[in-house]
């Protein structure tokens, strides 16, 4: 998410370098925040100290699955989707792991169930409570047959299906599908369309074939120019969908995109999401500037189309946020602070040291880097956007985290120990603290004091001497 920030009307701060959004779960819907705009104050308590465990790694507040009722984190093996855009239908086939006991809940915000069916057709006995539809599913694998009507929301939402795309970020997928909006959750989908208006294209990933969070999928409706960017050593096909009165700038933008791909499946391994991969141009409107993580075809805002960092943000995403999930938002650092610090080492590889320079510049000017917390404690504890955690912090902090991690062990050592982070969790779910854990074992250095001094003050000031030198 690159410019997950944009001005909203109700705040949901956060630069995405990627991305725009909403306000929190209940709140009115807000138009994106702006990726160089101020955040407020910090959450109450968000700057209390942590409890250490004896390793001296943060404690965690329980194992994701302490979250929420057990059926909600039954494991959804495959997910396909089958939309009908005119009539605004939808129909979800969703297999289930076998689970200790029968039963599964899932979010489905405003949809308007209908017929919920197994896999033979035969009727299942369910029940809804509120945004939470409860099947009687057998605890053997199981497949649940779901038809339903969606709505519309207006593009200024973000928070479903609207004319021109779809975002669900993060918590809004409900809206759009049957789903468990868990970030630790993993998902392979099919998708498939009809009913796009006449002269319109619909641009979608018919398949994503590795676990992805249900945020990751999406699809884009629009008049589209599509630009063949050629494929990377490792096999993957590029492109770039624009609108047609944005093409040259979207081929400014992305003219080094195969060799900064390239360059991430050389340094952290092969690419999870499939032979062809690329950014695609979303009318987010007035505003909204960034991207989205919707991998294999993540999202560009129209007003950052023309910009090659917002690419580069995204692309890294199908390594870490999509290639590796976080296992809750407390840990939206290892995803976004990940990807920044990764899109200007690709800058650098791609464009030359200046240009890496501009980048880190360009992190420093966002307003916000303190104020907020980038890393609170424990787990399933705070809402990403009620409790201000969609902010800059995670992104410009955490990106500072890395790079001070790379000076201290040195650039080689530490691209192999991201490398192996990735090798040891693609396409599962992770805590910062593992990372943290792999770099006290692999180099003897634990970087928890270093990780803590970066992410937890909201001032400058309170960072004290620097533990990372």
Aim: aromatic residues 8%; hydrophobic residues 45%; contains cysteine.
């Amino acid at each position: 998410m690159l410019a997950k920030m944009l001005r909203a009307r109700v705040l949901a701060p956060g630069w995405i370098l990627a991305m725009l959004l909403p306000t929190a779960c209940s709140a009115p819907a807000a138009t994106a925040p702006r990726a160089d705009a101020a955040v407020d104050g910090p959450v109450d308590g968000s700057a209390a100290a942590d409890v250490a465990t004896d390793d001296g790694i943060p404690a965690d507040a329980g194992p994701v699955g302490d979250a929420g009722p057990a059926e909600l984190h039954r494991r959804i093996v495959r997910t396909t989707l089958a939309f009908d855009l005119t009539a605004h239908t939808g129909h979800a086939r969703i297999d289930l792991a076998a689970a200790d006991a029968p039963g599964v809940t899932f979010e489905v915000g405003e949809l308007a169930i209908g017929a919920v069916r197994d896999g033979s057709g035969t009727t299942l006995t369910t029940s809804q409570d509120g945004a939470l539809l409860h099947v009687d599913a057998p605890a053997a694998a199981a497949t649940v047959d779901v038809t339903y009507g969606y709505r519309q929301h207006d593009p200024a939402d973000f928070q479903g299906v609207n004319a021109a795309y779809t975002l669900t970020w993060p918590y809004y997928c409900g809206n759009v599908f049957p789903c468990h909006s868990d970030p630790a959750g993993g998902t392979t989908f099919a998708l498939s369309l009809t009913g796009v208006p006449t002269g319109q294209t619909a641009v979608f990933p018919t398949m994503i074939p590795a676990d992805a969070p249900a945020y990751q999928l999406a699809w884009a409706v629009g008049t589209y120019e599509t630009v063949d960017l050629g494929a990377t050593p490792g096999g993957t096909h590029l492109v770039v969908h624009a609108f047609p009165a944005d093409v040259a700038a979207a081929r400014r933008a992305t003219a080094h995109l195969v060799d900064g791909f390239a360059w991430y499946e050389r340094t952290l391994g092969s690419y999870a999401f499939g032979s062809e991969a690329g950014s695609v141009e979303a009318a987010w409107g007035p505003g909204a500037y960034g991207g989205m993580e919707h991998h294999p075809l993540w999202h560009v805002g129209a007003s950052a189309i023309g910009d090659e960092l917002t690419h580069l943000h995204e692309a890294a995403h199908g390594w870490f946020g999509d290639g590796i999930r976080v296992a809750c938002w407390e840990d939206f650092v290892l995803s976004e602070g990940t990807v920044n610090y990764l899109a200007a080492r690709a800058t650098g590889v791609v464009s030359g040291a200046a240009a890496e320079t501009a980048v880190w510049t360009r992190y420093d000017r966002s307003a916000g880097a303190f104020g907020l917390v980038a890393w609170p404690s424990g787990c399933h504890t705070v809402d990403v956007l009620r409790d201000h955690l969609f902010s800059q912090a995670p992104y410009v902090r955490g990106a500072h985290f890395h790079r001070a991690l790379e000076h201290r062990l040195g650039t080689d050592a530490y691209d192999a120990i991201l490398r192996r982070f990735y090798a040891e969790h693609r396409t599962q779910a992770a805590r910062l603290t593992d990372l943290l854990g792999l770099v006290r074992t692999v180099s003897g250095y634990d970087p928890t004091d270093c990780a803590v001094s970066w992410l937890r003050p909201t001032r400058t000031a309170d960072r004290g001497p620097d533990p990372c030198e």
